[in-house]
């Protein structure tokens, strides 16, 4: 009987008190969802979850919600965030791209992944203490990847490798790049490893907000000057002022009448992720979203780190009250263990 009762008023894995006629509380997972620097919001919500005794057991994170949900699973939260506040300046963003003009993406990755290594190390995702998976898209085939297994790191690496930007990353023998591609916010992986209660944060909810079609649309009235004509006859007059160098920067970064590549690269991945998003959530939905208004801010403003916490602290409270009833609801009744003979 003595032994039966050791446990009585010990706190359990979630914080919750357990004993005799005990409420066991349910798995809850959380699943983030990608956004390059709006991920930074992912750090507000884990925190104001956290302070409010709410505390993931399984989570599954796509692109930098990979990077946000593996730095909690291995205990570095902390750490992410000193470092996500300090990038408040353009050469500091700029000091972890490794940019190269060959290969299969703009940047390398390679600084950004020494800084991670140096945070996490070579912890490998078997070994955390809470069940965690990131999301990858197989180059080849499409297939949906989920990393449960290996180093964290590389996992966050897999998932984060936005084509065209990131290289892909090898694993095994696959080449793996975003998992936004496939499964922007993973709730279905959340629930195959076995969360009861999915609470999903998707930070593309009010980028487009209601697309629509424009269904009669054609030539303007008057055809506007073209920019390029001018861009010729100053070449012709300054040649010298026209290098290889600077004609691919100003195509890449683009002009104020034309997007430049890396600006059409990047909404076309918006409205790709912002149209799987809403069929996937809508074919499995999470038990909680979770929606920071973070439309507002751009995919590479990885400087404004306080404000998209912020931001993501105060959605994660607008969201408590829900997210506390859904666990008073599902919680199964604990057993009370059998006394001895």
């Given at each position: 009987?003595?032994?039966?009762?050791?446990?009585?008023?010990?706190?359990?894995?979630?914080?919750?008190?357990?004993?005799?006629?005990?409420?066991?509380?349910?798995?809850?997972?959380?699943a983030?969802?990608?956004?390059?620097?709006?991920?930074?919001?992912?750090?507000?919500?884990?925190?104001?979850?956290?302070?409010?005794?709410?505390?993931?057991?399984?989570?599954?994170?796509?692109?930098?919600?990979?990077?946000?949900?593996?730095?909690?699973?291995?205990?570095?939260?902390?750490?992410?965030?000193?470092?996500?506040?300090?990038?408040?300046?353009?050469?500091?963003?700029?000091g972890?791209?490794?940019v190269?003009?060959?290969?299969?993406?703009?940047i390398?990755?390679?600084?950004l992944?020494?800084r991670?290594?140096?945070?996490?190390?070579?912890?490998?995702?078997?070994d955390?203490?809470?069940?965690?998976?990131?999301?990858?898209?197989?180059?080849?085939?499409?297939?949906?990847?989920?990393?449960?297994r290996?180093?964290?790191?590389?996992?966050?690496?897999?998932?984060?490798?936005?084509?065209?930007?990131?290289?892909?990353?090898?694993?095994?023998?696959?080449?793996?790049?975003?998992?936004?591609?496939?499964?922007?916010?993973p709730?279905?992986?959340a629930?195959?490893?076995?969360?009861?209660?999915v609470?999903?944060?998707?930070?593309?909810?009010?980028?487009?907000?209601?697309?629509?079609?424009?269904?009669n649309?054609?030539?303007?009235?008057?055809?506007?000057?073209?920019?390029?004509?001018?861009?010729?006859?100053?070449?012709?007059?300054?040649?010298?002022?026209?290098s290889?160098?600077?004609?691919?920067?100003?195509?890449?970064?683009?002009?104020?009448?034309?997007?430049?590549?890396?600006?059409?690269?990047?909404?076309?991945?918006?409205?790709?992720?912002?149209?799987?998003?809403?069929?996937?959530l809508?074919?499995?939905?999470?038990?909680?979203?979770?929606?920071?208004?973070?439309?507002?801010?751009?995919?590479?403003?990885?400087?404004?780190?306080?404000?998209?916490?912020?931001?993501?602290?105060?959605?994660?409270?607008?969201?408590l009250?829900?997210?506390?009833?859904?666990?008073?609801?599902?919680a199964?009744?604990?057993?009370?263990?059998?006394?001895?003979?």
């Amino acid at each position: 009987m003595l032994d039966m009762l050791k446990g009585w008023g010990q706190n359990g894995s979630n914080g919750e008190k357990v004993g005799l006629g005990s409420i066991r509380r349910p798995v809850i997972g959380l699943a983030l969802g990608g956004g390059a620097a709006r991920g930074f919001a992912h750090i507000g919500i884990l925190r104001t979850l956290l302070a409010n005794g709410i505390v993931p057991s399984v989570v599954v994170g796509t692109s930098i919600g990979a990077v946000v949900g593996g730095a909690y699973a291995a205990g570095h939260l902390d750490t992410l965030e000193d470092w996500a506040r300090s990038l408040q300046g353009v050469r500091n963003i700029l000091g972890y791209l490794d940019v190269r003009l060959n290969g299969s993406g703009l940047i390398g990755g390679e600084k950004l992944a020494a800084r991670l290594t140096e945070t996490i190390g070579p912890t490998l995702i078997e070994d955390l203490p809470v069940k965690f998976a990131t999301v990858a898209t197989e180059v080849r085939t499409g297939h949906e990847i989920w990393l449960t297994r290996g180093p964290v790191v590389d996992a966050m690496r897999a998932s984060y490798a936005l084509p065209g930007i990131f290289s892909p990353v090898l694993i095994g023998d696959r080449w793996l790049v975003d998992g936004a591609l496939v499964n922007p916010v993973p709730v279905s992986a959340a629930r195959a490893l076995g969360a009861e209660i999915v609470i999903a944060a998707n930070l593309s909810s009010d980028v487009f907000t209601h697309s629509t079609t424009i269904y009669n649309h054609g030539a303007m009235p008057a055809a506007p000057v073209e920019p390029v004509a001018e861009d010729a006859a100053a070449k012709r007059r300054f040649p010298r002022f026209f290098s290889p160098e600077r004609t691919m920067k100003r195509e890449f970064f683009g002009s104020p009448g034309r997007p430049g590549i890396s600006a059409v690269m990047v909404d076309a991945f918006n409205i790709m992720q912002d149209r799987i998003t809403r069929a996937r959530l809508a074919g499995d939905p999470p038990d909680m979203l979770i929606t920071p208004r973070v439309g507002q801010i751009g995919w590479f403003d990885f400087h404004r780190a306080d404000d998209l916490i912020a931001f993501g602290t105060r959605a994660a409270e607008r969201a408590l009250d829900s997210i506390q009833e859904a666990i008073q609801v599902l919680a199964p009744e604990g057993t009370a263990p059998a006394a001895d003979a």
